[in-house]
């Protein structure tokens, strides 16, 4: 017998001993994709036991190795598979209105930049966001995200910047909360307040000011925000615009994230690498000498291929450049009125594989623990003794088949912070 192969017996059987043997939830007759990288495709296991005790995945191995538990609640998964729960990481969930009329627009051949300029696009939704009430916009975005929640999302990440005012923004973000309050879910909140010029300020710089001198600081003293988001675009912020909200949310102690490179290139992502940014999302654009940094900074590149779709992009981002320099790809709805409402994470991963070329391998990954890690959540998104118990059953065959088919699959149960419930 190898010295490998008798190591690894001798701890499993040190395991076994040590390891405490009571638990809330056992789940058997099971495959585990735990999405732990550096073995088998997906970390799978075949034949594997999951183990929960409170809210923290207490064993996920294969069943032969398990410890003799004693389970409150003992779960035959039927032969179907458990992965992580599924993690939106780039939402505008939170909105008043919709653009249906300016989708007829584009349909016609006028430009998103084109709509934009005229006073639609973002500037429609900050309107009709402006004029609803609190009730309305919880009661709307609860609607929205029904359907993620029914297809396995447990976390998901909600911006602001439908506001463009004070009052508006902290009504977005207090919304948001109240969604992970209320509902099965683990939201984390992103301040966008820098995502368009609101119609009141003619001058840029002038809101950029307003953001950092009066908006961010009452988000970040009333605890509503997780991270700080700005849009880097040509209809958007310039760099330097951009760096000032950056500078401002380091002063606050407040990660930042950035939409860079959708529209064109204006070094957006490896300006918000600079500043370690959580992630940099779109990227089609993104230039393939930029990839470097964000490597270097470990931010991770969120693709959003729902508005690639809706858009009808050509501009792909540089997946074999992210690939060549490892950068992690997460995979996100960017569900938002303009250009991507669609409320389906398990559609934004088959378009990932059809539209940008990633493997199904890929897709499931971005979609869990790099979805997870782009929201700075380290304990998210794998099936490993002490990660959040956030697990989602599935009556596949191979986790492939999750990106492959459109609209085949919801969870049999789903299991957010250890407590189960039957899939919606």
């Known amino acids: 017998m190898s010295i490998h192969v008798y190591t690894s017996k001798l701890v499993s059987l040190l395991w076994k001993d040590l390891m405490p043997e009571r638990c809330d939830c056992l789940l ?15 970390g799978a296991i075949a034949d594997g036991a999951l183990a929960i005790a409170g809210d923290r995945i207490l064993y996920a191995g294969p069943r032969s190795d398990a410890p003799d538990f004693t389970a409150e609640q003992v779960v035959d998964c039927g032969g179907g598979w458990l992965t992580p729960g599924l993690v939106d990481c780039h939402t505008h969930l939170v909105f008043g209105g919709n653009r249906a009329l300016e989708f007829e627009q584009r349909l016609q051949g006028v430009s998103y930049e084109e709509i934009a300029r005229a006073g639609g696009g973002i500037l429609s939704t900050v309107r009709d966001t402006r004029d609803a009430t ?19 999302v447990t976390t998901v990440e909600i911006k602001s910047g439908y506001g463009l005012n004070l009052a508006t923004e902290l009504r977005m973000l207090r919304v948001a909360r109240q969604l992970g309050q209320e509902m099965p879910v683990s939201v984390r909140t992103t301040f966008l307040g820098a995502h368009a010029l609101p119609p009141e300020f003619s001058s840029a710089d002038d809101y950029i000011d307003h953001v950092c001198g009066e908006i961010l600081p009452e988000v970040a003293r009333l605890g509503l925000a997780d ?5 880097c675009e040509g209809v958007g912020f310039s760099p330097r615009q951009c760096e000032r909200v950056f500078a401002a949310a380091r002063a606050l102690d407040l990660p930042v994230k950035a939409h860079v490179e959708q529209l064109s290139n204006l070094g957006g992502a490896a300006l918000a690498a600079e500043y370690d940014a959580l992630s ?15 490597k270097a900074a470990g931010t991770i590149a969120v693709l959003l291929p729902g508005a690639y779709y809706f858009l009808g992009e050509t501009q792909r981002p540089p997946v074999s450049a992210l690939r060549q320099h490892a950068v992690p790809m997460a995979v996100a709805t960017d569900l938002n009125p303009g250009s991507s409402p669609m409320a389906s994470l398990l ?46 059953l599935w009556a596949i065959g191979h986790p492939a088949e999750l990106s492959y088919g459109v609209n085949f699959h919801r969870p049999e149960k789903v299991w957010r912070g250890g407590v189960c419930a039957p899939a919606a």
């Open 134 to 152: 609190e009730g309305d916009l919880l009661a709307s975005a609860r609607a929205r995200l029904q359907p993620l929640l029914a297809e396995g």
């Open 347 to 392: 559609l934004a991963m088959n378009q990932a594989a059809v539209l940008f070329g990633l493997t199904p391998q890929e897709c499931l990954r971005g979609a869990t623990r790099h979805g997870a890690l782009a929201l700075g959540l380290g304990s998210k998104g794998l099936l490993r003794p002490g990660m959040d118990a956030d697990v989602v």
């Open 28 to 42: 058997v007759n099971t495959s585990l994709a735990t999405m732990v990288e550096g073995g088998v495709p997906y």
């Open 227 to 231: 991270a700080v988001d700005v849009f």
């Open 280 to 294: 940099v999302d779109h990227l089609e654009y993104l230039a393939e000498s930029d990839v470097p940094a964000l």
